[in-house]
């Protein structure tokens, strides 16, 4: 991997036959930096450390499904309601893991006891995980800008996203060296992400009301969001990317549902701000082991259903090692006596059928790799057949399989 400076242009160059999956492997420091964020931050709140970590993989999960299901095209999604089947797509976006991850919080702070001020401690830590997560966008190439003829982009070599969706528009020479410069759309999310991370840092010792700083967490992302749509190139929009023309104003679908969304959260905002003067104080989760196991059941077996095909091996591990530590906790407050209210009696069947999830859920995904074969026929009537290799595992970014490596046979 290489960067330099150039008279006119940054130049990104990442080596094309580079083995590192740099997409992978900022994905994984990203949520692990927001899982130790997170813990960290409820630690500082006083929250029951069980009950936390039951919402924290809850949330993670329903994050991770978010990114994926909002990336599916119409047709995998009516695939996926009339068979049921996950389908075979690694395409993410960030929004639909926002989403996911907001409503099903939502769905979880009161049966867990929690108070609004709940979704406020997840805000800086996701900040500071999508800084981590741009990164590996920067390196990977995907999420790219439109080119740009201005004294600022990024280029990338052959076998990337921008190049090969440049090459396929005609807009390279047989060859190229590198792609035409881009808009480095990946760099304005991240000083976005860390933009945003800073007006909250400013602003969390003000008094608002309970979720107030993660309405202005959301408003301020998908106003950002909104901005930078105009300079991202629709072959690096994982959802909303076709153009739509209302009232003489043409935008990106996704841009007309961020133009009705972000200033409806921004206000609603602003009117909890004005309205509530006075915060109520934050209060705690209740400690309910019984209730914590269970959704350590529910979360195994969901996670044993989606595992092979929906998730990657990472973000199963992510999922597990959460649910583990409820296990250990749980079942050492209950050998220690430390959990008085909780019986033995009504502790052993969650206990026992979280332990059997463990061991009955231990797949590792599928092998990501497919082999198929075509017959083609070329202009000059010539037959010949090819073998295609293409990784589904997510290794080429948000925009899912990476580049097609053809192996041809001699033409008869």
Not at 70 to 82: D, F, I, N, V
Not at 143 to 163: I, K, M, N, S, V
Request: aromatic share 8%.
């Amino acid at each position: 991997m290489l960067l330099t400076a150039t008279t006119s242009f940054w130049t990104l160059a990442i080596p094309a036959d580079s083995p590192h999956d740099f997409y992978s492997l900022f994905y994984v420091l990203a949520f692990t930096l927001n899982l130790a964020l997170l813990v960290w931050e409820g630690w500082r709140r006083g929250y029951e450390l069980r009950p936390w970590l039951v919402v924290l993989a809850c949330t993670t999960l329903a994050f991770i499904l978010g990114t994926k299901l909002l990336a599916l095209t119409a047709p995998e999604w009516s695939g996926l309601l009339h068979t049921g089947r996950w389908p075979d797509s690694e395409a993410r976006t960030v929004l639909g893991g926002a989403l996911a991850g907001t409503l099903t919080l939502l769905a979880l702070r009161r049966p867990f006891g929690f108070s609004w001020h709940v979704f406020d401690a997840f805000t800086l830590p996701m900040c500071a995980a999508l800084v981590v997560q741009c990164g590996g966008c920067i390196l990977t190439g995907c999420c790219f800008g439109e080119p740009t003829a201005g004294g600022w982009g990024f280029t990338y070599p052959p076998d990337t996203l921008p190049y090969l969706v440049q090459a396929v528009q005609g807009q390279l020479p047989a060859g190229a060296a590198h792609s035409l410069p881009v808009h480095p759309t990946q760099l304005y999310s991240l000083l976005l992400c860390a933009g945003v991370g800073a007006v909250l840092l400013i602003t969390r010792r003000r008094t608002w009301p309970g979720g107030s700083q993660r309405l202005l967490h959301l408003g301020l992302l998908l106003t950002g969001r909104l901005l930078i749509e105009f300079w991202r190139n629709p072959a690096g929009e994982q959802a909303g990317s076709a153009v739509h023309i209302h009232a003489g104003l043409a935008l990106k679908q996704v841009q007309w549902v961020l133009l009705l969304l972000a200033p409806a959260v921004l206000g609603l905002w602003a009117w909890r701000v004005r309205r509530g003067s006075v915060a109520h104080p934050e209060t705690g989760p209740v400690q309910h082991p019984v209730r914590n196991l269970l959704a350590v059941v529910a979360l195994l077996a969901a996670t044993a259903w989606l595992g092979p095909v929906a998730l990657v091996l990472p973000e199963v591990l992510v999922i597990k090692t959460l649910l583990l530590a409820v296990v250990v906790l749980e079942g050492g407050a209950l050998l220690l006596g430390a959990t008085e209210a909780a019986r033995p009696a009504r502790v052993a069947l969650p206990l026992g059928l979280a332990c059997a999830g463990f061991v009955l859920t231990s797949q590792v995904p599928a092998d990501s790799t497919r082999r198929e074969q075509y017959s083609t026929i070329s202009g000059a009537l010539s037959v010949g057949s090819f073998e295609r290799l293409q990784n589904s595992g997510g290794s080429d970014g948000c925009g899912g399989s990476s580049q097609l490596q053809v192996r041809a046979t001699a033409p008869n």
